[in-house]
């Protein structure tokens, strides 16, 4: 099978892969693995698709899955798409009203849940179990047989995906088969290093860093090797364990897993020739830790949105090798342009391609705030280099303004990271009287060091701009994480307005 003949998301399960290769391994918390091949997953894709439509569920209904990782997750992902149904993963981390809020906004008209999430997911839809057997379970509904996915027009939606709900509700994008599977085919240049190769995969299904490259992955005929909670020396344990030659995670998953220096010291990590890692910032001093702890991996900072997808960047034309922390350069078909900015070569990036959505669901103002004539404004601060290559500054909204100046967290952070003692940095805002804010740190440092508030405060002074410095340095053990393993700044923002103390 060719992508040309793809009509559905769900049929991009490994052409042509042999029906016996692994096609997913799930990693439970304790270490034990449960394994399906590629024959077995189709054969259970067309099952559960076969059983939601003897359910009265038509075409572009929806059906909302509340559970962590598992192999049973990304079957039941593939077996909606595969009835011509609308897959709806959604944030198992988040409260009760706002669940309920996300499966009456997306029409839910059916939720699979796995055992722990059965009260959270309220009893005003349907619900099957995810993992049980027999009545009430996904498996129970289940219908062997065979069934062609159903051709789906290219504007019909996949999956809807909520956002992480920073600031609000979580806003519904509204993702389309003929957009991803033009996302997937862009991968094609990954094949020859992943084709029959283990992948590792950490992050939550319901975010788009794993659950988009789970996709790729399967397209690519690779095997997933998911992990069902990450965990940071799980992380290190399952590279070992099954040679993984790529792996995947957000930079604050690395930074924790870089932590585990005796899981690090005893597990052989030379199999791994590609650490791709995205979803936030990343420095120059982080990725020459990757590089120590992967000695044979190549290094990719890679970059995308909810709401166009996650191919805007990748090889130079010319043939140029990436930078560090570079995101690449842009694909022939995704147009870009930088906005508002001091100059052309940095500002706020709008993009177009054709995985961009088509609005936010049930959302018209914010809509409107965000596509305009066909751009998509994302929101983050972008800078261009001689060769065209882009990098990450920082969000615009992240952006904080002290004495008139404009300060960029992801800047700040970068530079204390370059600190010998810093692991990692999270810089936020508090607020001030005289120059409106203030920027200040949360620091975790390497392990066997100490390094003073002072020493780091004199350390971003020294070597960047005295405006940006962080009037304030706490060291802490660990930063908070959201539920997509992203740094949670709401928090440490309202912890810096507790402990912040104006010099006098």
């Not at 009203?97 to 059965?118: F, S």
């Not at 065979?146 to 993702?175: N, Q, R």
């Not at 590279?239 to 790529?246: L, P």
């Not at 701009?465 to 992203?486: C, F, M, Q």
Request: some cysteine.
């Amino acid at each position: 099978m060719t992508m040309a003949n793809i009509r559905n998301l769900a049929d991009i399960m490994g052409p042509g892969r042999p029906d016996d290769q692994p096609f997913l391994i799930e990693v439970a918390s304790d270490d034990t693995e449960t394994t399906i091949s590629y024959g077995e997953a189709r054969a259970k894709v067309r099952a559960i698709a076969r059983g939601l439509r003897s359910q009265g569920l038509e075409r572009g209904d929806t059906v909302a899955i509340l559970a962590e990782n598992s192999l049973q997750y990304v079957l039941a992902y593939l077996g909606i798409m595969w009835a011509g149904l609308v897959a709806v993963p959604i944030n198992h981390r988040l409260p009760a009203d706002t669940v309920a809020h996300l499966l009456k906004d997306c029409r839910a008209r059916l939720t699979l849940v796995d055992g722990e999430r059965r009260e959270l997911a309220g009893g005003a839809v349907p619900m099957l179990e995810l993992e049980g057997r027999g009545d009430g379970s996904l498996d129970g509904i289940c219908d062997p047989g065979d069934m062609d996915a159903v051709a789906m027009e290219d504007g019909e939606v996949a999956t809807i995906l909520y956002t992480s709900g920073s600031t609000g509700l979580p806003k519904g994008v509204e993702l389309r088969h003929g957009g991803y599977i033009w996302v997937v085919q862009h991968y094609e240049h990954l094949r020859e290093s992943m084709e029959g190769e283990r992948v590792l995969v950490a992050a939550p299904l319901f975010h788009m860093n794993a659950l988009a490259f789970s996709k790729v992955l399967m397209w690519l005929g690779g095997t997933n090797v998911l992990m069902r909670r990450f965990t940071p020396d799980g992380y290190i344990r399952a590279i070992g364990r099954h040679r993984c030659a790529a792996i995947t995670s957000v930079p604050t998953m690395l930074a924790l897993a870089l932590r585990e220096e005796e899981e690090l010291a005893r597990t052989d990590l030379n199999c791994v020739r590609q650490v791709i890692t995205g979803s936030s910032p990343s420095s120059e001093e982080f990725f020459t830790r990757i590089g120590s702890a992967f000695p044979n991996a190549a290094i990719y900072n890679s970059w995308g949105t909810t709401e166009a997808g996650p191919v805007c960047f990748g090889p130079h034309p010319d043939g140029l090798a990436r930078p560090d922390v570079a995101l690449g350069y842009p694909f022939a078909d995704v147009e870009v342009k930088l906005v508002d900015g001091p100059s052309p070569e940095e500002g706020v990036l709008h993009l177009r391609t054709p995985a961009l959505m088509t609005g936010y669901l049930n959302r018209p103002e914010e809509t409107a705030k965000r596509l305009k004539d066909g751009w998509y404004d994302t929101g983050d601060v972008m800078r261009r280099d001689a060769d065209g290559f882009f990098y990450f500054v920082g969000r615009a909204d992240d952006m904080l303004v002290c004495g008139g100046e404009n300060v960029y967290p992801g800047e700040v952070e970068k530079l204390l990271e370059r600190h010998r003692d810093v692991m990692q940095a999270a810089v936020v805002a508090v607020a001030d009287e005289i120059k409106h804010q203030l920027p200040v740190a949360f620091v975790v440092a390497r392990p066997g060091t100490r390094p003073s508030a002072d020493e780091l405060r004199q350390f971003a002074l020294d070597n960047g701009p005295a405006y940006a410095h962080p009037r304030a340095v706490w060291l802490v053990d660990e930063l908070p994480l959201a539920g997509t393993n992203k740094i949670d700044r709401k928090t440490l923002t309202e912890k810096a307005g507790a402990l912040f103390e104006p010099r006098r």
